[in-house]
């Protein structure tokens, strides 16, 4: 990430993505974009965003999503001996990952599905 700019993972066929960029554009915020449909995240770097919004990875699942139940991500644990499962899953399968999500320089980050989310963070 670029110093001083934000970083979103965006789908540009997704609205609420399209919608975060346009929200970082009216605020004049630069921001750099990562198709992470075209560049999957590596299980470090979800790690560590993970770690930057303070949740689990099933947290940041889509579980509606087709694949999901192709997984039986359903019948899935949720505790810290499964997080590695979701991880991989994730990775493997980065369609699964909730968007957009943007990372700040300072640190920060959110799952930002709507203006109120984006402001707060910025």
């Not at 997704?14 to 990562?34: H, M």
Request: charge should be negative.
């Amino acid at each position: 990430m670029t110093s001083g700019q934000a970083e979103i993972w965006h789908n540009p066929r997704c609205s609420k993505s399209r919608n975060a960029t346009a929200f970082l554009d009216e605020a004049g915020i630069g921001y750099t974009v990562r198709k992470y449909l075209d560049q999957p995240p590596t299980a470090a770097e979800l790690r560590e965003v993970l770690r930057r919004l303070g949740a689990e990875p099933w947290d940041i699942t889509r579980t509606g999503e087709q694949i999901a139940a192709d997984l039986g991500m359903a019948s899935w644990g949720r505790t810290a001996a499964d997080r590695d499962r979701w991880i991989e899953a994730l990775v493997e399968h980065p369609r699964l990952i909730q968007r957009p999500i943007v990372l700040t320089a300072d640190g920060a980050a959110v799952v930002a599905r709507d203006d109120a989310t984006l402001r707060d963070l910025l």
